[in-house]
């Protein structure tokens, strides 16, 4: 059974770019959630989507936009990229109809924003 | 709003000794509460939980309680082991609708176990 798999693994983008992330959930989950993690610090919420539609925002700019599919997978994506977006991203998934409490988490997309 | 706030790092141990690691929280509901490990270069991996008041949660030696009336949910090993290296987050989240499945994360706390 894969788990959560997210690529690329990583990515060093310029400032002003943008950039795609993505996602693929744990096989039966509905449910992607996004965080950044900043260097030393804990996850922060970013968004979180479920029936193609966005969910739940953490409080994060209008840069930052998602999206899932039919089959659940999901891309975050960047836009006008600043210095501070440097961080791991994390993929979550989950299910509804199970126990929404229970995430798995993807092993992340290290950003290096220059 | 609902954090986490735990025990400043970083934690360094000789292998055997007891850990703990502070963490309370403050939340409007009845949130579940969680520890998630991070070892170096890797994701979250969600060591264990509790879902209500007095539940102990348990898993590869490591326990910890949810403690209503302190708002708390430390997390212990009796004997730890070189292995046990890693950042310790805890997290919890809410069941309401609107937040469901949400995780509110601490700063994490680095554990360094020496041989």
């Known amino acids: 059974d894969a788990g959560v798999t997210q690529s690329p693994t990583h990515l060093i983008k310029t400032r002003g770019q943008q950039v795609t992330l993505r996602c693929s959930p744990k096989s039966g989950h509905d449910t992607v959630s996004w965080y950044q993690q900043a260097l030393g610090q804990g996850p922060q919420f970013i968004f979180q989507y479920y029936e193609e539609e966005e969910r739940q925002r953490g409080n994060f700019p209008d840069r930052f936009s998602g999206h899932q599919f039919p089959n659940y997978s999901s891309e975050l994506n960047v836009n006008a990229l600043l210095l501070g977006d440097s961080a791991l991203y994390l993929c979550?998934?989950?299910?509804?109809?199970?126990?929404?409490?229970?995430?798995?988490f993807g092993p992340g997309t290290r950003l290096t924003v220059t | 709003g609902d954090s986490v706030t735990q025990m400043e790092g970083p934690v360094t141990l000789s292998e055997e000794a007891f850990l703990t690691i502070n963490c309370t929280y403050t939340?409007?509901?009845?949130?579940?509460l969680f520890w998630y490990v991070q070892y170096p270069g890797e994701g979250l991996q969600l060591l264990l939980k509790?879902?209500?008041?007095?539940d102990k949660g348990s898993n590869k030696g490591f326990e910890a309680t949810y403690r209503k009336e302190t708002t708390s949910f430390h997390l212990e090993k009796g004997s730890v082991q070189v292995s046990d290296s890693a950042v310790y987050f805890c997290a919890l989240s809410e069941g309401r609708g609107s937040t469901l499945g949400r995780l509110y994360f601490g700063r994490g706390t680095q554990l360094t176990v020496w041989p």
């Open positions: 979550a998934s989950s299910t509804r109809t199970g126990n929404p409490y229970e995430q798995y």
């Open positions: 939340a409007t509901g009845y949130p579940s």
């Open positions: 509790a879902t209500k008041a007095d």
